[in-house]
C-alpha cells in the first residue's frame, strides 16, 4: 500500500547512530581518510570541528568502527552532560578489560594505564574517541589532555580523536590543540550528497527511490542548506504527512509545507543552490551531531505531522 511504502521510507531517516547507516559522501570519505592516516602514523591526536548537526556524532562511530577493522582497540564516549567524576570509569566499561583487571582494587586512572601500557606491548594501538569535547566536565579535560600531552612509553601507542564545534574550540586546551596532528572541518552537504543519502537511505530500509520526486529532494536540499540532520528530519515528516494524506510520493509542495511546521517562523531559501555548499571539504557524520535523534524539538515535530495529515 502507499500509506506503508512511505512510512517505511520515513523509517529510513531515524536518526540512529549505527555505522551500518551512515551514508559516506565524498567528504565523508576524505574526513574517515584522514582519521586512518592519524592510526596509520601512530599520531597521538586529532579533531574533527564542524557546527551543529553536521553529523560530528555520526563520523565518530564510524570511524571507531573502521579504527577496529584495522586492528585497534576502540572506544567512543560523549562527554556532553557528564558530572564531574564519571568520565573515567565510563570509558573503562567501554574497554574489553577482562574480569581480573575490571575488579582490580586500583585507582581508574591507573586501570586505564595498565591497559593503555598491555596494548603498547602487544603493538596493538588504543583509538579513544570523545565526542563533544566542547561540553566536557573540566576533569575529563584535563584526563584528555594528560593522554595527549604525556611521554611515558606506555601512550606511545595511544591515540586520541575528539569532536567540537568551531565555537567550542576556543575552550580546548592548548596542550591538546597544539598536540593535534590534523584538524577535520565537516562542510555541509551539496544538492548531491543530500539525494545520493537519500538514496542510500531509502535502499538501506527495502524502501522504493521513487519515494520522493526529484523536485521534492531539491526542495529538501535547498531548505536543509547543506546540514545532514536538518534534511533527515524534514525527510522524515514529510514523508509521515505524505503518507497520512494517502499521496503516492512526497513532492515539494510537502516538503515546503513540512518545513514550515518544522520550523516555524523561519522564512525558506528562494535561492536553489546558494544555501547549499558545492565544494567537497573534508566531513561531523555524515551526519549529524545527532543526526536525527529525538530532541527537545519532538513535540512540535509530532504535532506538526498532526497539521499536516489535516
Do not use: Y
Not at 592516516?37 to 551543529?52: F, I, M, N, S
Not at 575488579?103 to 596494548?119: F, I, S, T, Y
Not at 510537502?254 to 558545492?278: C, F, K, S, Y
Amino acid at each position: 500500500m502507499v500509506r506503508d511504502r512511505l512510512i517505511l521510507a520515513a523509517a529510513a531517516f531515524d536518526g540512529g547512530l549505527d555505522p551500518a547507516a551512515f551514508h559516506a559522501a565524498p567528504s565523508h570519505e576524505e574526513a574517515l581518510a584522514r582519521i586512518e592516516w592519524l592510526l596509520e602514523k601512530r599520531q597521538r591526536c586529532g579533531l574533527v570541528v564542524a557546527d551543529p548537526g553536521m553529523g560530528k556524532s555520526h563520523l565518530a562511530a564510524t570511524a571507531a568502527r573502521r579504527l577496529g577493522g584495522l586492528g585497534a582497540e576502540t572506544a567512543v564516549l560523549s562527554l556532553r552532560g557528564l558530572p564531574e567524576g564519571e568520565w573515567l570509569d565510563l570509558l573503562l566499561a567501554r574497554l574489553p578489560l577482562d574480569p581480573a583487571s575490571r575488579g582490580e582494587a586500583v585507582r581508574p586512572w591507573l586501570k586505564l594505564e595498565n591497559r593503555l601500557r598491555e596494548n603498547t606491548l602487544m603493538e596493538r594501538p588504543t583509538v579513544l574517541v570523545f565526542d563533544d569535547l566542547d561540553h566536557a566536565p573540566a576533569d575529563a579535560v584535563d584526563g584528555i589532555a594528560r593522554l595527549v600531552a604525556a611521554g611515558e612509553p606506555r601512550f606511545a601507542s595511544t591515540c586520541v580523536i575528539a569532536t567540537t564545534t568551531p565555537t567550542g574550540l576556543a575552550s580546548v586546551p592548548d596542550a591538546i590543540r597544539h598536540r593535534s596532528a590534523v584538524r577535520i572541518d565537516l562542510s555541509p552537504w551539496t544538492i548531491e550528497d543530500v539525494a545520493a543519502h537519500m538514496a542510500f537511505a531509502l535502499d538501506r530500509v527495502g524502501a522504493d527511490n521513487d519515494c520522493f520526486s526529484r523536485a521534492a529532494v531539491e526542495t529538501l536540499a535547498r531548505f536543509a542548506a547543506g546540514v545532514p540532520r536538518t534534511a533527515c528530519r524534514l525527510a522524515r515528516l514529510a514523508a509521515l504527512a505524505a503518507a497520512g494524506e494517502g499521496l503516492e510520493r512526497v513532492d515539494a509542495t510537502t516538503i515546503e509545507r513540512a518545513w514550515r511546521e518544522l520550523v516555524p517562523g523561519d522564512e525558506p531559501p528562494h535561492v536553489a543552490t546558494d544555501h547549499v555548499a558545492t565544494d567537497h571539504v573534508a566531513t561531523d557524520h555524515v551526519a549529524t551531531d545527532h543526526m536525527a535523534a529525538p530532541s527537545a524539538a519532538a513535540p512540535s515535530t509530532v504535532r506538526a505531522v498532526r497539521q499536516l495529515w489535516g
